[in-house]
């Protein structure tokens, strides 16, 4: 016998029971929207009322939900109540990361007739994640000689959050040398008086990110510049984004994409080095790039069915101190990788052998992690038997006999 766990091999027995199961079409899909972070069975909606049913049928009828392609259990449902619960922390970050909608979808079954609800979960943003800069100190080494309305770029900072509770604006502690231009999410330092090295070797100034939350959420990080005598040109990307496609599975030290930036300037002043801006802690050790050549290569698993692409920000930064920033972007392709897994979902059993052709005694699940034609899978069931598959709503079927039974020529099937 098997519960809900996947195997490939059905070995059910079917006996002397009378229970006849009818098919019913989804009728009524439900949504609700769901802060994140909120506290385990914390009220959702409630199913029962939403649906119009007696909370005496969902426990009669077997009422569950069901998950696709992951393994927790988000939300369930509290059959005292008809209540669709919380059962597990809904992080909107690790679920979805920037997108800008958070949807986590589920099944609602109920048996005896089998009827499939989709329930949809919008997962809200919380501002529950500060504005973060990738280092507490920005050393930057700008000389003398540098003309009033020169511009430094300052790598942005990370907030986790979208939206409004994103990074909103930026404020620039007040000085004597430096005012703050932010278009389009890039920051610089634009210079409004000229530097002099004899009057003030090293300025620190103090760069605060806000984001747009109540209560709003902030993070500061030092620039700190030392003045020197000559360094008049940053490095400049060859391109402002860059693009590549990668297989899932990739094994480690394969090529991606290789970044460049010249710097117009000679000696210590030009030698260009190559580093990652932010990095999220989940893809932190997916990948590196060589400092000097600006490789990018694999050094960690690439799954798409856990993400489908990665964004990143790579410096590039010459001899003295100056940046630039580019983006890389980098889509990956889905493979095959995973195999179809068969769970049944209900089981009559045993069945009287004088049960009516077309009688349901079965209800069978399947689901394949991998995307379009690879996630794309078809069912059978043995010849000879007298029993057949007869596709139902998404990936399930039911199991519906095709003949007369007789229990005194075959008791029983495999």
């Known amino acids: 016998m098997m519960g809900d766990k996947g195997f490939s091999l059905l070995r059910p027995i079917f006996r002397f029971a009378f229970f006849f199961v009818t098919l019913h ?103 529950d994640n500060s504005p973060k800069f990738r280092e507490n100190l920005i050393e930057m080494e700008i000389s003398e000689s540098a003309e009033k309305g020169n511009r ?51 300025i620190n100034l103090l760069l605060t990110a806000l984001d747009g939350g109540s209560p709003q959420r902030s993070g500061t990080v030092v620039i700190h510049v ?4 000559a360094n008049d040109n940053a490095p400049v990307f060859s391109q402002a984004v860059y693009k590549a496609s990668l297989p899932e599975n990739s094994p480690q030290d394969t090529k991606v994409i290789t970044v460049s930036a010249s ?42 069915e856990e993400s489908s692409s990665f964004e990143m920000r790579v410096q590039a930064k010459d001899g003295l101190g100056l940046t630039s920033y580019a983006k890389v972007i980098i889509d990956v392709t889905d493979m095959n990788d995973n195999a179809p897994v068969i769970y049944l979902k209900s089981l009559t059993n045993p069945i009287p052998e004088n049960v009516s052709p077309g009688t349901e005694v079965g209800i069978i699940n399947v689901q394949d992690r991998d995307s379009e034609t690879n996630g794309q899978v078809r069912c059978s069931i043995q010849q000879n038997v007298p029993f057949k598959l007869v596709p139902s709503i998404k990936n399930y079927y039911s199991l519906v006999s095709t003949g007369q039974l007789d229990r005194e020529v075959v008791s029983d099937y495999n």
């Open 226 to 229: 030392t003045v020197l005598d």
């Open 25 to 127: 079409l989804v009728h009524g899909d439900l949504s609700y929207s769901v802060p994140e972070e909120m506290k385990r069975d914390a009220v959702i909606g409630n199913i029962a009322k939403d649906l119009g049913l007696g909370l005496g049928t969902l426990s009669s009828r077997k009422a569950r939900v069901d998950f696709a392609g992951t393994r927790k259990r988000y939300c369930d449902i509290n059959l005292n109540t008809g209540d669709l619960v919380t059962s597990e922390r809904m992080d909107r970050e690790s679920l979805c990361g920037k997108k800008p909608s958070c949807v986590v979808k589920v099944d609602l079954i109920l048996e005896n007739p089998l009827e499939l609800h989709r329930v949809t979960l919008h997962v809200q943003d919380v501002n």
């Open 263 to 304: 710097d117009a300037d000679e000696g210590v002043n030009g030698d260009v080095t190559y580093h990652f801006g932010h990095v999220s802690d989940n893809d932190v050790n997916v990948f590196s790039i060589d400092p000097k050549s600006g490789a990018i290569t694999v050094t960690g698993v690439i799954d798409f």
């Open 152 to 202: 430094f770029s300052i790598e942005e900072a990370h907030d986790a959050d979208i939206g409004q509770n994103a990074v909103q604006r930026y404020s620039l502690q007040k000085n004597g040398n430096f005012i703050l231009a932010v278009d389009s999410n890039k920051v610089e330092l634009v210079l409004e008086n000229k530097l002099d090295r004899e009057k003030q070797k090293e």
